[in-house]
């Protein structure tokens, strides 16, 4: 952390920087510039400290960060690439890993046959909706217990790794032996109880980043799950909120590479929800792939105009086929397999 | 909700819509122009039905909605300016209510010289924090329980209702015997769990934006809390997120306007938050009630520098005493009083 | 365009209404629902009038758009793909179109050494700029006018394609007898007196998106253009502005399958500048080839740590070559050349 | 600036860093961390040089600028505050200047009639649009140069200053004759071939903030009028571009406290393209001038509905007279007058 002090600051007022630097065992430097003092506070954990402990203090003009503020997920703290085991499936290995299903689960009949399609396609996990985070208290809320059993008679019944998400820590009990990752959603992402709730679980978790959060905090969220002591953090892009309104969301295809040189954790990135319409998510699921994302979160539907939630984005079974075509090719572009 | 076919759309994907206007029990209206059809959906509440479930059927161009989706909060639902009543102070009446404390409580001798000096100075409910959701799981995490139960002591000592952040279900039904209002933070905004929970207790819930909520979404989140039961919900402006980084979040100070003539609640505005820094809080808390905001919650500690939790937001005594001086001042010249 | 009027309002305001319209020439639909009229204006370019000029009459609610309010961008105006024809390169054809160079022209050597490498990796238009807009006036600002020759002796020795950025209005003739295609930077795509001049000299014109701008307002500012009376307008997406920090820009690579459903123009993508960073432009570059892009648009530099700008965002020689590889096989992965 | 180099970074690389360093004239310290090193760099216009130059350098990890990047805009450079002087009308002094009109001048008689209202309920400056740049090439696009002399027709007639957009570095030298403010507008805030010929005539420039423009980036255009050897620039923020759309535009409240302590400049505000609607205005107008805006820009038109651009922005004659009384009363609360 670098303290620049006002022009004209005190000896006192430098101290007392001084001084809480030394007392958070940090080493500090000094530079007497012709008309100013800067002060470089050094360790190899000042990420941990808020700028805003230094900014406060009389006599400071500016604080900048040099550590980035997490530590778990970093580069630093784990050089090599963190593969996630759900199953017998890696996530952040050679193989893109496609994980696909409805936006909710409606019935048995709906769920099973939309599994078995995707999985006859090349998808290795499914997903599929129980407790549903609503924009409107009047809109369909999900089977929410119902539908998590099915989850469960899914994985028993085709040996099939299942992925739901997780909208409170009440939940996380139960649904960690339903399914085989629990993801937590946009709109959680900040929800520090239900994080420490699933990395106490050691479940596998898909953590989908904040429709306003920056990649730092994405990772300062990870940081959440990683300190409850497990490794198993799945990163999840989904779009991010802007002016542009012709999308649902707008995919942030750059947090990829970003994630893959400041983290060790796996990226994945749905463009389902990002795109909000299904005429664009094939675009989107090759961009993703082709940007070096280790998997796809894809929403599909046997019936799209008749399904209770987000039939607009999701993909025919007829869509889904031609896509998994399209995107082994690209795939074997960039040096991996599906 | 007004649908447009594609040019050259068929008979049956007209009639498709239809059916299912008719099957929400929606009045339909059919306009054939020179190259298209353009189908009006009308009714009371076709706010309650997603967009896009009109968007999936074939031969749609575009849906475009002319209720808007939240329903308890509206000026439709309810004309007259709700005013939530907290103990004897009533938010949204001709008063303009104070409320002021520290970030986190750290100690009784903290909370209580605070709220003793805040009170002194014309505040009228007392704000502080239990439980404190942090960026990153390294920082100050809050009192918790105990932090709680000074509040009730508090309140119970000194008459003053109090205010404080709920952040998982869990704690409401504890909390809801401790606080006198029970707050939503911007980053729960859209916790439906909790929301409900918050709503069953009937105690007054107060609802921050998320901080990239639209004022539409923070509407719709505010009908989660009024669809349990009760009608005591005040939003809290306090700042969203934007690509301007000289304050920690943008103030959008026309949400207040905007929420008065769309909505019955009461509408109050956090300027600490929103600026991050306290030399530009006293100037956002003019601007707030110069803009008709019916209250204001404000940041204050003993001694910013050495607070466990945003310190570098908070006034001092005497910086808090000036504003509130300043305050009434601009609240007389809009007509209403501290 | 629907028009909503308020619950009550008077038969003189509808009236007003339909006045109105049918002084524009449009047709009138009335719907009388149960307790509110809505208004259906309809005609083939009401995407003309602001919503506004109904709006601002009395008894309004809310006026809301059907029709787009760009035309001759748009597909219904021309459904076929435009091709873009630079000397013998088409732009918007079956192959993709790399156009790459330096940020800003340094010298006769750097220029050419620069041209002559990318084209014999494959590139097929050479970029440079003359004229450099920069946010800082203290700022390397270009060679200008001697960069501009240096562009034509490009032309003439290599006889490449070039194209270059014109920031004025004044430049616009000269600029005109010297590159191939005029570029709009993004900071002027709504300096419409700049647009109309390059509309005016029938030269193909890249027009960069506004860091702002949604899509159809960059449309919009290709109605400008096209409204002079050329056809020859190249989209390019280039980054938009939010809340992330760790790119320069936002890549919105949305865009790429968004304007090729909405519009007939074709569309490129410059990952240099939404990156501003070296090591995330081949993701990038890759991702805009997978999503459809006609083209992209790259910086090259023979010696980035050196450069007199944007050094950190250009590829060194042995990097583009590399990317050019990658590159081919994901054309070729998408069904298209390089 | 401060340059953190990697771990491991050799001392060639440091040495290169350092010797760039100097190269520019500036100092520099050294820092030796526990894993790795850090180099300030010192010099009392650092904020020149772009922290990209030194990003590109070999083993260079992240470079954070201490400096602002802007020079004769701040506090630094001029600690008292500019008064900008119109005619006898003072920017940036005690009184709080108003400045009203119509968007777009229609008519002598429209312009005159509003002019002379607005005059008499204390507006000082008269407001006028004779260029407009539109979103949509179909809209109306002014009066141009007969507005122009309309413009100095009524200074000539009234006395009165008055302020206008200027779109193209054609205009500027003919415009500065026929007005008395140079009004550059957001689309063309980055406009530098215009800034740099206004801030040459030597007349007062009113700068408005660019829609997705920081502050930062604000004062950077400044310093490009200001090179030019005037002092007479006055800020207008007028709302910036964000996510939400219940207005036209969000206005930034906080930028006036913002700019009020880092720069010299008078700052005002113009609420009604912030606002997009007549009746967010006055809200906005009182929020400006209690948060310490030295002037205000507002739309008056006689006839709103019969606009012909903005009238959904625009006051009426009675609106305008009671918002002036309303503002008087806020003025004198923050010790102020009109």
């Known amino acids: 952390m670098i303290v620049e002090m006002q022009r004209g600051a005190s000896q006192t007022e430098v101290d ?4 809480r630097a030394r007392g958070y065992g940090f080493d500090v430097q000094l530079n007497r510039g012709t008309d100013k ?14 700028t805003s402990n230094f900014e406060v203090l009389p006599g400071v003009a500016t604080v900048t960060r040099i550590m980035r503020p997490y530590k778990l997920a970093s580069r630093e703290f784990r050089d090599a690439p963190t ?8 996530v952040g290995g050679p193989r893109i890993v496609i994980m696909a299903g409805p936006c909710s689960i409606e019935s048995w009949e709906q769920l099973s046959a939309t599994a078995r399609h995707v999985m006859a396609c090349g998808a290795r996990v499914i997903r599929g909706g129980a407790y549903k985070p609503r924009t409107s208290p009047f809109s369909f809320q999900g089977l929410g217990e ?19 998400e997780v909208t409170d820590s009440h939940q996380v009990e139960q649904m960690a032996h339903q399914v085989d990752v629990l993801q937590v959603g946009a709109r959680n992402m900040q929800n520090y109880t239900l994080l420490r709730a699933i990395g106490e679980t050691n479940k596998p978790c898909m953590l989908k980043r904040g429709l306003s959060a920056t990649i730092t905090e994405w990772l300062q969220a990870a940081d959440y799950v990683l300190a409850a002591g497990t490794s198993q953090v799945i990163l999840c892009e989904r779009g991010i909120r802007t002016f542009e309104d012709s999308t649902r969301f707008t995919l942030d295809v750059s947090a990829v590479p970003v994630i893959k040189r400041q983290s060790h954790l796996p ?10 319409h299904y005429a664009l998510v094939p675009a989107l699921a090759r961009a993703a792939v082709a940007a070096g994302a280790d998997g796809l979160l894809i929403e599909v539907h046997p019936d799209p105009p008749n399904a209770l939630s987000d039939g607009i984005q999701s993909l025919t079974f007829s869509d889904f086929a031609r896509l998994m075509g399209e995107l082994a090719v690209i795939a074997q572009a960039v040096g991996r397999t599906l």
Request: charged letters at 20%; a negative charge; hydrophobic letters at 50%.
């Open 16 to 19: 007392a920087v001084i001084e």
């Open 146 to 164: 119902q539908g998590a059993e099915m989850l469960r008679r899914l994985h028993d019944e085709l040996g099939v790794p299942v992925v739901s």
């Open 267 to 276: 990226v994945i990135v749905d463009p389902s929800h990002a795109a909000g």
């Open 37 to 50: 003092v800067v002060i470089a506070i050094l360790g190899s954990d000042t990420g941990r400290v808020p």
């Open 83 to 90: 593969e996630v085991q759900i199953g017998d499936v890696a």
